[in-house]
């Protein structure tokens, strides 16, 4: 029980908090929800919320509920391991400033108030001052909670919006349409009415019309249950257009089914014509369509076998003359190059041997890209069916409610200089008016910066949201980020047919432009505030000194902190601007803060349009989603191992508020475009076989990419044509964003099913069953994870003990996080339906019912969980959670799950599912290739090496993992091969000794049938070729700038330990009217990068130059050197002509000083060759043929 001491509004009061141990393991204070079982007290031994007892848990067999001598205390981690003696009660103060933004809810209280009274109204008020309280604590700091804002009082709140009884001292949940005069009755207070009250309305004083509604009701649901007798059909008038026709069939049928009778529409000969089915199985005189009483016949047996996806694999037209093309360029690749190796140049062996190799090496890492291309699959769902298995009322879940799993939505941000904070709240807006179950679904938000910009920018976005969302759901706006809808150029009145749009859009733009407003002036506002703040604390210090030193003037000036000041009043837990100790980017407390309180099981709709409320939302669902902000705390001496170790927080945190079983990841500039997007995802997790799926992959769209899409920002190669031919195989690789997951996955554990690839190219198949292995038969990767009640004999028992002793050293010691792991294993399992009455299914409407409320204590379970020093001596970022060790943390994950055995789904929507932002400048483009460069080194630097992969992993799965390690490496032969040509011109010389017939003919060959695979490609994939030359171009402007400065500071990092850091890439803003869209594009910011594309580009022009120079006034020219020298270098220019043209900046702003010196430098170099090396006798040069 938890008592709240009176805070008065006037002055700074403090609150008494007294908590008195539990009187069972049954008790518990609602508030917030949660799906997991949780006691009053937190098991954690090092959370602040624990008893300092000892105790004893298991989880074989169940989650037991601790027992009743805990105790709800603050400490540190120092006390830990202090015995002390305290009594049953324990009291401590936090001090809540009240300011004229902030004043609290907790009205002063009557000193004779007893506890049960007490204890009423804490419940009403649970939820207000848990989604306005902010939790801080962390590693040597108290955990405590500061009530920043509680202006709700929701037992008022919901009498106004009606959802609970209005009879004075009952809080039950009313029951609609039982009096015409609207008033809002339970239906226990109803019962009492009808029997006791003379069956008269408390609020009209009329007699109910209906008092039998309940014994109607439950008969009418008794009849739908009960089969009904097909009625004659010959005796009921069908419409004409109709015919019903006895079926061939029924003559040879036997059994109990009459196929005669019972006639439906199917792809079957069960006769001609349409069939039809009575309207609630009675066909005569029962109303209906048209009054004929029919409708559309029921699908027996089918709506349960029904999937919700299609694999469609690519035309055979298509397919079989590409893997042909594959397998003749292999053996043109083969002819070529042995007759490379066996007809040197013997007048340039040198220019021969180094030509030879770099062709052998591009051979290779050409193979190793086309391989995996060689099975592309397409997919396709039925969001139908998923409504209708997960959505549609039934025996188990008559009311209907969703019984879809959970989906919990990280968001994760760095920066707010770098990642504008109007950019992160779009993203949460089009998180939170998302098309999926309101009570299913929370958001959190990593600020990994701990700014206090964010913070407020957040509290803002969710005061927002309440305008926003109910917009979106009642006229199904599309895309549902603000932005990027009212930024359409599209007509926007298209298919919106409600009167009352127009004006509420008008209304809902007008309050998008001040919200915009009030987070732009955010950063202005926190200095002022901070400003004023800190000169306060320097006159009371000073004033302070002066009163010690007896009014004598102090030698010293007073030092006071510059500390960053919330609007409270209070000093902000996370980063200060100033950066202070215990208050910098590294150096700051774990902060958690419930923006939005987790919803209600039942729709709670809203009022008319007045002053208050922009648009009319009687109709309309007003719930709103649990946003939660997160900051984990940092200190120094810790690795906090970058966005991964901010990942993995996150799911510690999620794991014990919400515990959604499955986990969709985004970054902060990537927003839902398409609201269904959730449902299609689960489409695949939920069906037959999805059990053995470890996460959905989205392709990564964007906006703001200039429409000639100079660097290949759209990347639609890889997108489309890679991870679509993954799919075929394994599955596809986890590129950082946009990614569903399975939570239990993402615990390392191994699949329900696997298959093991043994013989020549894995093509023998063995498959295992993973579920209860044995510790003595289990791989040092392994980890099955124990079922409650599933162990049939003591054996298993004793086996499932040893996993669960092992579980608190694999994931830490938070009993309340490892309860909740076989809690999300479960919800996230498939239908009985699909899988079959056993172990791995759930029954239908499992999931349907309320979650179980969240406590204070919870919530201080979850800070622990974030401190900085809760993964020592655990194995996250080993085999739990995000893998660290890598700069590209997502290709590692994705590689370890598909290591274990798991499969991964590439899911292309119809409408893209997310959109985001890509770096247009050539720069930041360059420094954001160089970092997925350097990781990929790592990679196979590592033993994430696909060399070392599992018999688990498919033969081309591994060669796909192999090459993202091996690409970078490609870079050093093919800056060798960009200066071949030059080295050609200046020497003389060419890499064969003479352009014959053979040399040509293989080399029309390579490039022909390299030209149609790119054709066969554009047509399977739907990329355009404008695509694939970008990417052409682009492979040589990054495998001649980022890759070898990759390989450089991988071997660094692996030779000499030295360590890699890598700029966070910078998120444009939406540009301001007038603004240029695309002036990013034009800005020319220096870089080491630039320089060795930059040189080949010089090199290979002079080279040109001087071979020209030289054939013209040679005696005896060599034309068939120059023009196999002229060729190759034009190649390499061609495809260096984006760099060249972002270093040349806007178009039409070239310099005119930039043609004259690259005019005189040419003729200078040419005139210099003539005079080193002048021609000798008289030629008349205007005159020439080839040789």
């Known amino acids: 029980m938890v008592k709240s001491a009176a805070c008065s509004s006037t002055s700074p009061s403090p609150v008494t908090i007294t908590v008195t141990p539990c009187k069972g393991s049954g008790d518990r204070s609602l508030g917030l929800t949660s799906p997991i079982p949780r006691a009053s007290v937190s098991n954690n031994l090092n959370s602040p919320l624990s008893s300092r007892g000892p105790r004893r848990s298991s989880l074989s067999g169940g989650i037991r509920r601790s027992s009743g001598e805990g105790r709800y205390c603050s400490m540190s981690v120092e006390d830990l391991t202090a015995d002390t003696n305290s009594e049953c009660a324990l009291n401590y103060t936090v001090h809540i400033p009240p300011t004229p933004d902030h004043q609290t809810v907790f009205a002063s209280h009557e000193s004779s108030m007893g506890e049960e009274d007490e204890l009423l109204k804490g419940n009403l008020q649970n939820r207000s001052f848990l989604s306005g309280t902010i939790f801080t604590g962390g590693f040597k700091s108290v955990t405590r909670e500061h009530v920043i804002d509680c202006t709700m009082d929701r037992a008022e709140s919901e009498k106004k919006s009606g959802q609970i009884c209005w009879l004075e001292g009952c809080d039950e949940k009313v029951v609609h349409g039982r009096c015409e005069c609207g008033f809002r009755i339970c239906r226990d207070c109803y019962f009492d009415c009808t029997t006791s009250g003379g069956g008269k309305c408390p609020g009209c004083?009329?007699?109910?019309?209906?008092?039998?509604?309940?014994?109607?009701?439950?008969?009418?649901?008794?009849?739908?249950?009960?089969?009904?007798?097909?009625?004659?059909?010959?005796?009921?008038?069908?419409?004409?257009?109709?015919?019903?026709?006895?079926?061939?069939?029924?003559?040879?049928?036997?059994?109990?089914?009459?196929?005669?009778?019972?006639?439906?529409?199917?792809?079957?000969?069960?006769?001609?014509?349409?069939?039809?089915?009575?309207?609630?199985?009675?066909?005569?005189?029962?109303?209906?369509?048209?009054?004929?009483?029919?409708?559309?016949?029921?699908?027996?047996?089918?709506?349960?076998?029904?999937?919700?996806?299609?694999?469609?694999?690519?035309?055979?037209?298509?397919?079989?003359?590409?893997?042909?093309?594959?397998?003749?360029?292999?053996?043109?690749?083969?002819?070529?190059?042995?007759?490379?190796?066996?007809?040197?140049?013997?007048?340039?062996?040198?220019?021969?041997?180094?030509?030879?190799?770099?062709?052998?090496?591009?051979?290779?890492?050409?193979?190793?890209?086309?391989?995996?291309?060689?099975?592309?699959?397409?997919?396709?769902?039925?969001?139908?069916?998923?409504?209708?298995?997960?959505?549609?009322?039934?025996?188990?879940?008559?009311?209907?409610?969703?019984d879809l799993p959970g989906i919990d939505v990280f968001v994760s941000t760095a920066d707010p200089e770098?990642?504008?904070?109007?950019?992160?709240?779009?993203?949460?807006?089009?998180?939170?008016?998302?098309?999926?179950?309101?009570?299913?679904?929370?958001?959190?938000?990593?600020?990994?910066?701990?700014a206090l910009l964010t913070f407020e920018a957040l509290a803002e976005t969710a005061s927002f949201a309440s305008t926003w969302v109910p917009f979106c759901r009642k006229h199904n706006i599309e895309p549902r980020n603000p932005e990027a809808y009212f930024g359409q150029k599209r007509n926007f009145l298209k298919n919106k047919v409600r009167l009352d749009f127009v004006r509420e859009r008008r209304r809902v733009k007008r309050e998008y432009d001040e919200f915009k407003v009030r987070v732009n002036s955010l950063p202005e506002a926190i200095r002022r505030r901070s400003d004023a703040y800190n000169v306060h604390e320097e006159l009371r210090a000073k004033k302070k000194q002066m009163d010690m030193m007896m009014g004598s003037n102090p030698e010293e000036t007073v030092q006071v902190a510059k500390a960053t000041w919330m609007s409270d009043g209070s000093h902000w837990p996370g980063t200060w601007y100033s950066g202070e100790t215990d208050n910098s980017r590294g150096d700051h407390a774990g902060i958690i803060q419930a923006m939005l309180a987790p919803p209600n099981a039942e729709p709670v709709y809203g009022s008319q349009a007045d002053s208050e409320n922009l648009i009319d939302t009687t109709e309309v669902d007003i719930r709103l989603p649990m946003l939660v902000y997160v900051s984990r705390e940092k200190r120094p001496g810790y690795d906090h191992n970058k966005k991964a170790g901010a990942m993995n927080a996150l799911v510690r945190t999620s794991a014990i508020m919400s515990n959604g079983p499955f986990i969709l990841n985004l970054d902060c500039d990537h927003y839902i475009y398409n609201s269904m997007a959730l449902r299609e995802g689960m489409c695949f997790m939920l069906d037959r076989g999805g059990d053995r799926i470890c996460y959905v992959q989205f392709p990564q769209r964007f906006e703001g990419i200039d429409p000639n899409d100079r660097y290949a920002n759209h990347n639609t190669v890889f997108f489309d044509v890679s991870m679509r031919a993954l799919d075929g195989l394994q599955g596809p690789m986890y590129v950082g964003t946009g990614c569903i997951f399975r939570r239990t996955a993402l615990y390392g554990f191994s699949p329900p099913r696997a298959t093991e690839h043994h013989g020549w190219l894995g093509r023998r198949k063995v498959k295992l069953s993973l579920r209860n292995l044995k510790p003595t038969k289990k791989k040092d990767d392994e980890i099955s994870l124990p079922m409650n009640g599933e162990y049939n004999n003591e054996e298993e028992n004793d086996d499932g003990d040893i996993e669960s002793l092992l579980l608190p050293k694999r994931f830490g010691n938070s009993n309340i996080f490892v309860a909740s792991i076989p809690v999300a294993e479960y919800q996230g399992r498939l239908l009985q339906d699909l899988q079959g009455k056993g172990k791995n299914s759930r029954p239908a409407g499992s999931l349907a019912v309320p979650r179980e409320p969240l406590d204070a204590a919870t919530v201080a379970e979850a800070i622990s969980v974030i401190s900085c020093y809760y993964e020592d001596k655990t194995e996250w970022g080993k085999r739990v959670g995000w893998i660290y060790g890598s700069v590209t943390e997502d290709v590692v994950t994705g590689?370890?799950?598909?290591?274990?055995?798991?499969?991964?789904?590439?899911c292309v929507t119809k409408r893209d599912a997310f959109r985001g932002t890509a770096p247009i400048n050539l720069t930041d483009r360059l420094h954001q290739v160089l970092r997925w460069a350097t990781g990929s080194?790592?990679?196979?630097?590592?033993?994430?090496?696909?060399?070392?992969?599992?018999?688990?992993?498919?033969?081309?799965?591994?060669?796909?993992?192999?090459?993202?390690?091996?690409?970078?490496?490609?870079?050093?032969?093919?800056?060798?091969?960009?200066?071949?040509?030059?080295?050609?011109?200046?020497?003389?010389?060419?890499?064969?000794?003479?352009?014959?017939?053979?040399?040509?003919?293989?080399?029309?060959?390579?490039?022909?049938?390299?030209?149609?695979?790119?054709?066969?490609?554009?047509?399977?994939?739907?990329?355009?070729?404008?695509?694939?030359?970008?990417?052409?171009?682009?492979?040589?402007i990054g495998g001649t700038s980022a890759h070898p400065a990759a390989v450089l500071q991988g071997l660094l990092k692996v030779i000499a330990g030295v360590d890699i850091s890598f700029t966070l890439t910078s998120k444009s803003a939406t540009p301001e009217d007038g603004d240029d869209e695309f002036a990013d594009l034009y800005v020319v910011k220096w870089s080491f990068?630039?320089?060795?594309?930059?040189?080949?580009?010089?090199?290979?022009?002079?080279?040109?130059?001087?071979?020209?120079?030289?054939?013209?006034?040679?005696?005896?020219?060599?034309?068939?050197?120059?023009?196999?020298?002229?060729?190759?270098?034009?190649?390499?220019?061609?495809?260096?002509?984006?760099?060249?043209?972002?270093?040349?900046?806007?178009?039409?702003?070239?310099?005119?000083?930039?043609?004259?010196?690259?005019?005189?430098?040419?003729?200078?170099?040419?005139?210099?060759?003539?005079?080193?090396?002048?021609?000798?006798?008289?030629?008349d040069f205007m005159q020439f043929q080839f040789p």
């Open 205 to 402: 004083k009329e007699p109910y019309k209906d008092i039998n509604d309940d014994d109607q009701d439950t008969e009418e649901e008794d009849e739908e249950d009960e089969a009904k007798p097909l009625p004659q059909m010959a005796d009921s008038k069908l419409d004409k257009r109709l015919s019903v026709v006895k079926s061939f069939k029924a003559q040879n049928q036997t059994g109990d089914f009459d196929h005669s009778r019972w006639l439906f529409e199917t792809k079957g000969t069960y006769g001609y014509g349409n069939a039809v089915w009575p309207k609630d199985g009675y066909g005569i005189g029962s109303g209906g369509n048209n009054g004929n009483g029919y409708e559309q016949p029921p699908e027996f047996g089918v709506k349960s076998k029904r999937p919700l996806t299609r694999k469609v694999s690519v035309s055979a037209a298509i397919i079989s003359p590409y893997r042909l093309l594959i397998a003749l360029r292999l053996v043109a690749l083969g002819l070529f190059l042995t007759w490379r190796i066996r007809h040197p140049n013997r007048d340039a062996m040198w220019l021969w041997g180094m030509s030879t190799v770099c062709e052998l090496w591009f051979a290779l890492s050409w193979l190793l890209d086309q391989l995996p291309k060689l099975c592309p699959v397409n997919r396709l769902t039925d969001l139908n069916v998923l409504k209708e298995r997960f959505e549609s009322p039934n025996l188990r879940n008559p009311k209907g409610r969703s």
């Open 418 to 450: 770098k990642e504008p904070p109007l950019v992160t709240a779009n993203t949460i807006l089009s998180i939170l008016a998302v098309d999926y179950p309101v009570e299913k679904l929370a958001c959190y938000l990593s600020d990994d910066g701990g």
């Open 895 to 906: 590689y370890r799950m598909h290591n274990r055995g798991w499969r991964s789904i590439y």
């Open 937 to 1036: 080194v790592e990679i196979f630097f590592s033993r994430n090496n696909a060399v070392f992969a599992t018999r688990r992993m498919k033969f081309l799965q591994r060669v796909a993992y192999f090459n993202v390690g091996m690409y970078p490496f490609t870079s050093l032969f093919l800056i060798v091969y960009c200066i071949l040509p030059a080295v050609s011109l200046f020497s003389g010389q060419f890499i064969v000794q003479s352009l014959d017939i053979t040399f040509l003919i293989f080399l029309l060959s390579i490039t022909l049938t390299l030209c149609m695979l790119s054709l066969l490609e554009v047509k399977w994939s739907g990329i355009t070729l404008h695509d694939w030359w970008r990417n052409e171009q682009f492979w040589v």
């Open 1089 to 1179: 990068l630039m320089v060795p594309p930059l040189t080949i580009m010089m090199v290979n022009m002079i080279a040109i130059a001087v071979g020209v120079a030289r054939t013209l006034y040679s005696p005896f020219p060599q034309w068939s050197k120059l023009v196999g020298g002229v060729f190759f270098s034009f190649w390499v220019l061609c495809h260096l002509y984006p760099f060249a043209k972002g270093l040349m900046g806007r178009r039409g702003k070239v310099p005119t000083i930039v043609f004259v010196w690259s005019g005189l430098l040419s003729i200078i170099v040419s005139l210099l060759w003539v005079y080193i090396n002048p021609p000798s006798g008289k030629q």
